[in-house]
């Protein structure tokens, strides 16, 4: 991938669950591929390929629909339609009409009405905030969209920017302290703005979708090892992938973040609304410049739910790199330090002594979490995705076996702030 590429709010590339086996599988196509036209490495519980034949619509059937779609918006007459890359299990599209430019997205596990209006709110009400963001346009009657194909399709306000990629967060982020220390400080007014967002629609997210949920460890990891036991032995394909998933430290290392967590009572932290999924990807920035006085537009929350808002700061800002860049793949605790030295100066809210304490915690678990997802995943990867896959593992391993010792021997008072 080139260092930024272009990007807006319909073209993000997200792992997901969806809130049973079947509808996972089904979404999963989509979300790797975007299509249904690959056949699977193996099924779990017995989810057959075939159950997705029915999805994928004709291409005239797509484009009538997308059409009476926006018929519902008052947006003016639709000018052009484009089909953007990337994007959940269908591909998002932007949308150029006599009002204005748009994207037309698909939200697979806020798929009805009622989920989908809480994250509605949330982002809407970010935006009323000041926060940079997509908003969610309602239709002409009020309501947010429309329901196809086990998803939730709704317009969103057009994001022009660059993404990095990363590559080029995992070099600038070394290089660049400052950095880290703005974006960290431009987090907490985010989470201070949730903070006070009004709930409204159905909050809640099974635990299978993404991300982890503290009061829930022990199904999320028993969720993990239900996906790993299923894989076939020996595995007729992925085979680096499967072997990456069954090094022995990734269970030693849910079983420390679960003994962790219980001890240090992180399901009982106070909770808030939160974007769900903080990662350079879901970062937009002004085309050719990367400014530390404003914060980038945050882009994809469909993950958004109630959650506690450090591990939520943390998310994938400091410890995800490139899977084939080596040199990125060591743990930086000094970055760790500047990103919350900036998140303390931007909250009105002082982080406790407890969510400090649980720093090392929420950096694995979030490591953990990746692993989660892709071991779902690799049942629809195409076939040349082995190699990747297995070696983003290894770099999540190896990240989980150097955070390990501030894990365990971490006493007293957190040095992390």
């Known amino acids: ?67 009476q779609c926006l018929a519902a918006y008052d947006i003016g007459a639709v000018r052009r ?20 430019r748009y994207v037309l997205r698909a939200h697979p596990f806020r798929n009805d009405t009622l989920r989908f209006r809480f994250q509605a709110g949330v982002v809407n009400h970010a935006a009323d905030q000041g926060i940079a963001c997509a908003r969610v346009l309602p239709r002409a009657d009020g309501r947010w969209g429309a329901q196809r194909l086990g998803a939730f399709w709704a317009l969103h306000e057009y994001v022009d920017g660059d993404v990095l990629s990363w590559d080029r967060w995992s070099s600038l982020k070394r290089e660049s ?48 090892r239900a996906t790993v036991r299923d894989f076939p032995r020996p595995p007729a394909r992925f085979r680096e992938t499967v072997k990456a998933l069954g090094d022995p430290r990734i269970e030693a290392a849910w079983n420390a973040v679960v003994e962790t967590g219980h001890r240090k009572r992180a399901g009982c932290l106070p ?53 084939d860049r080596p040199e990125y793949h060591t743990f930086e605790p000094d970055e760790v330090r500047a990103y919350l030295r900036g998140y303390v100066s931007g909250t009105r809210r ?53 955070l390990m010792p501030y894990l365990l021997e971490e006493k007293g008072p957190s040095p992390w702030t």
Do not use: K
């Open 1 to 67: 991938m080139a260092n930024a590429r272009r990007r807006t709010d319909g073209a993000v590339a997200t792992h997901s669950l969806a809130r049973n086996a079947n509808a996972y599988i089904t979404r999963m196509v989509y979300l790797i591929t975007g299509s249904c036209h690959c056949q699977p490495v193996f099924c779990n519980r017995g989810v057959r390929a075939s159950m997705t034949d029915n999805l994928r619509p004709a291409r005239h059937d797509e484009e009538d629909w997308v059409q």
């Open 81 to 100: 339609t484009e089909t953007l890359e990337g994007g959940m299990f269908l591909r998002p599209r932007l949308i150029e009409a006599a009002q204005g």
């Open 177 to 224: 302290p400052a950095l880290l220390e703005s974006l960290g400080h431009h987090v907490a007014r985010l989470h201070d703005a949730l903070a006070d967002a009004p709930i409204e629609g159905e909050p809640s997210l099974a635990h299978a979708v993404p991300t982890i949920r503290f009061h829930r460890l022990v199904a999320c990891r028993r969720h993990f």
């Open 271 to 323: 909770r808030q609304v939160v974007h769900g999924d903080l990662s350079p990807v879901n970062l937009i920035w002004r085309t050719g410049a990367i400014e530390t006085s404003r914060m980038p537009a945050l882009i994809d929350w469909d993950c958004t739910h109630v959650g506690l808002r450090l591990y939520d700061a943390l998310g994938d800002v400091l410890i995800r790199a490139p899977w």
């Open 350 to 402: 002082p982080l406790s002594q407890e969510e400090c304490a649980c720093v090392p915690l929420f950096l694995m678990a979030r490591q953990l979490e990746d692993l989660r997802q892709r071991a779902a995943a690799i049942a629809w990867l195409p076939d040349d995705r082995d190699a990747e896959f297995a070696g983003l593992v290894r770099m999540r391993v190896g990240f989980l076996n150097q």
